[in-house]
């Protein structure tokens, strides 16, 4: 019989971590707010690439929510792991209130 397998995600503190080129999704889709990661340039440090300026942004995943109104916090920083760092505490602290 055919094994079913269930995809498994990266997480950061518990929560996915899915990528789709230079965008990170960070959160489930399922919850009310999650954070997306724009990496907007990449530097090559011996053979490997490393991320510079990343965009933040907290975002609102109601559909009944209009476009305009669906990105509810926006930031910008250096290095990917700083930009993420900051995007798990916004979206904890959303997540809280929305509760």
Do not use: H
Not at 55 to 81: A, H
């Amino acid at each position: 019989m055919a094994e079913s397998k269930k995809e498994e995600f990266l997480e950061y503190k518990g929560k996915p971590l899915v990528r789709c080129g230079k965008t990170i999704y960070y959160g489930n889709m399922s919850d009310p707010y999650v954070i997306c990661l724009n990496i907007l340039d990449e530097s090559d440090v011996k053979d490997l690439k490393v991320s510079g300026k990343v965009v933040i942004q907290l975002i609102n995943t109601d559909p009944d929510v209009s476009p305009k109104e669906k990105i509810v916090k926006k930031s910008e920083k250096n290095g990917l792991f700083n930009a993420l760092d900051l995007g798990a505490v916004w979206l904890e602290r959303a997540l809280k209130q929305s509760n």
